[in-house]
């Protein structure tokens, strides 16, 4: 049972009520929960929706349904869970609940642990795409909005029917990788990292940023960084086993600490393997032969093939190839893209690369005869969401424009860009890294990286970032000194409070970032993050475990309470008990939303509101202090009922719950 039944019943009644009266059905029945309980619990349009068409005032619709249905209910013929219904003066036809039908099959219905789960999807296959840091250093928080909510809208997608397939894109052969062999090969940088630093912190901190600030100093070594790049693009036999040895190293560390956050994939698929495999010559083929693609002759372009897109603002123009023959990086994702949607073939094979720490294998592509043609994942089954941030937004139109013109289809709907704004340091975390005073991300500050706000952009190349490790350190550090202190009588089991410690800060960093609107830019402050009350990550697992307390103090096991005794609804009577129980009955609403709107930020509004709802029950209800044991029972039933729908609402959002903190 769900308040979407509740919903649901409502709008069959007034349908069934309009087409006795020969009224017209609308396709949908808006509706609305009521500002005021006393108004009833659920409030439909309909009477605004008929009012011009029948020439009648939304009072007078409202009135006339009003009355068919409490005919209705008078001869016994009420749904199962409405008790009453009205027309209010404004216009509104108000809906009252049976109280203690509904919240009986809300308890009995939330025990499940399949409840809220939706099947929109229908077994639909999802590829998504998320993450792609570069292989030339550690992942900083900037990536971070990118890996969770990808993870995010993957649970999400997955629990509302779809069935997901999870791709990390390698940039293996970009200006990236070739500015650390550059390093590494002529500037004297060792191609091992120190002791006690992880090599993805080595590569980014140290190599990258030097080999930048080198090409400041001597610009010659451009050139050096082109001959390389040239060299990765070729397979060179000397070059390219260095970078291939260089970007895994790093890569397995980036993956460690996606894997420490809890996020998994299926498939790592290399920028090497597309251009190897001869995936762009295929679409470049594709594009010339129809006519999308053509050679420019004069003016700037001239010696370019380009592509005209019309209707963007930025320029119609487009070049695809330079006219030294060198491909532009679009010649680098179009394939991709056409891969995903079935509008390129499959020209890989493929190999097991590691068994995740979840026990779930991860593939990766290869470009030669080695390994499998079977795909771990299904192209062009079904529809595709690519994680970048709003900045790409213009490429992503580009490439979905041409790969319309290639397969003469409308890829609206199964080609998706899913964009967010960028994060970017606060003044205070900017001055903190260039102080120095904080373990980690180096650095440096150009005054051209502050915008007009104050807020500084984070810059791999400059060195103005914080390392996703770093601050997990940080967070962690101090979630383990609040739960020292919470834990007096066990602070000598060691690896208990460093596990709650590591499952707080995760939670912590996790929930700031999809709670926001996606079209938000998130300004990262160090000393915010650090934060475990409010509405915080944290704060959701210290109420999971206050929960699971009453739960591990009672004798009288949910299985007990099931059982034994059915669990009469109208036990819970009191305005937080009700409210608690409504909120846990829209749990598959909020999924619903976030599914459509692609936002996992509904589902951590939801997860916050369910906390407060209970924290308002508990203050004002005993549970297991209850003497009357029917109302015990139905309290520890509603306990129970909170406790299971958090932990699947948090997830959704990548968090574990703790059973003690």
């Known amino acids: 049972m769900s308040f979407r039944e509740f919903v649901n019943q409502a709008r069959e009644y007034t349908s069934s009520a309009l087409t006795a009266l020969n009224l017209p ?115 900083h928080v900037g990536h971070l909005r990118n890996v969770t909510l990808g993870d995010s809208i993957s649970k999400i997608f997955e629990f509302a029917g779809y069935n997901p397939f999870v791709i ?28 006690g630093v992880k090599y993805d912190h080595y590569a980014g901190d140290t190599v990258y940023v030097g080999v930048n600030r080198s090409y400041d100093v001597d610009p010659a070594l451009k050139e050096k960084q082109r001959v390389i790049l040239k060299a990765i693009e070729d397979r060179d036999e000397k070059i390219f086993p260095v970078a291939a040895e260089v970007t895994d190293k790093i890569l397995r560390e980036q993956l460690s600490t996606c894997w420490r956050m809890g996020v998994f994939y299926d498939l790592l698929v290399y920028e090497s393997d597309i251009v190897h495999s001869k995936l762009w010559e295929y679409a470049f083929s594709e594009m010339k032969s129809k006519g999308i693609a053509h050679l420019e002759t004069e003016g700037k372009y001239v010696g370019c093939w380009i592509v005209s897109v ?23 994702d179009l394939p991709f893209a056409g891969l995903k949607v079935g509008v390129i073939p499959d020209r890989f094979t493929y190999t097991q690369y590691a068994r995740q720490p979840n026990s779930k294998q991860l593939w990766r592509s290869r470009s030669d005869s080695v390994g499998t043609k079977a795909s771990p994942v299904p192209w062009g089954s079904g529809r595709s969401i690519t994680v970048i941030d709003a900045r790409q937004s213009r490429l992503q139109r580009i490439i ?78 101090r979630a383990l000194e609040e739960t020292r202190k919470r834990n007096q009588e066990d602070s000598t089991d060691e690896a208990w409070l460093d596990h709650v410690a590591e499952k707080l800060a995760i939670s912590a960093i996790k929930f700031s970032l999809l709670k926001q609107d996606l079209d938000k830019m998130i300004i990262f402050d160090l000393e915010d993050s650090l934060q475990l009350i409010g509405e915080t990550g944290p704060y959701m697992l210290y109420t999971y475990a206050r929960a699971s307390s009453i739960s591990s103090k009672s004798s009288e096991s949910v299985e007990h309470r099931n059982s034994e005794k059915k669990i009469s609804g109208g036990l819970l009577s009191s305005e937080s008990e009700i409210a608690l129980v409504k909120k846990i009955s829209k749990f598959d609403l909020y999924l619903e939303k976030s599914v459509r709107m692609m936002a996992p930020k509904w589902i951590a509004h939801y997860s916050f509101e369910l906390c407060e709802d209970f924290n308002k029950f508990y203050e004002k209800n005993r549970v297991i202090q209850e003497e009357d044991p029917d109302k015990r029972r139905a309290r520890l039933a509603l306990v129970e009922s909170f406790r299971m729908t958090l932990r699947r609402a948090l997830a959704l959002l990548g968090i574990e719950t703790l059973e003690r903190i």
């Open 310 to 332: 019309s209707g963007e603002k930025e320029g119609e123009d487009k070049v695809l190839v330079r006219a030294d023959g060198t491909a532009t990086y679009i010649a680098k």
């Open 400 to 477: 979905q424009h041409i790969l319309e013109q290639i397969s003469s289809k409308d890829l609206e709907g199964r080609y998706i860009h899913l964009g967010y704004a960028i994060i970017s340091l606060s003044p205070r975390t900017a001055s903190t890294l260039m102080s120095g005073t904080f373990e980690g991300g180096a650095r440096e500050q150009g005054k051209e990286e502050t915008a007009e706000s104050g807020v500084v952009t984070m810059s791999g190349r400059r060195g103005t970032y914080v390392n996703v490790d770093d601050v997990l350190e940080a967070v962690k550090k």
């Open 168 to 195: 990390n894109y390698i940039d293996d052969s970009g200006l990236q990788v070739a500015d650390i062999i550059v390093g590494m090969l002529h500037l004297g940088y060792s191609r091992d990292a120190p002791p």
């Open 25 to 139: 059905v609308p396709e949908t029945i808006e509706w609305d929960e009521t500002p005021d309980p006393t108004l009833g619990d659920l409030s439909l349009r309909i009477g605004f929706q008929l009012a011009k068409q029948l020439k009648k005032r939304p009072s007078e619709v409202a009135g006339i349904l009003a009355a068919k249905i409490s005919e209705s209910i008078a001869s016994g013929k009420a749904s199962e869970y409405i008790a009453a219904v009205e027309a209010h003066p404004s216009g509104f036809l108000n809906f009252k609940i049976n109280y203690d039908r509904f919240l009986s099959g809300v308890l009995s219905a939330s025990l499940n642990r399949d409840y809220g789960r939706l099947d929109i999807g229908r077994g639909e296959p999802l590829i998504l795409e998320h993450t792609a840091v570069n292989p030339n250093k550690a992942l």
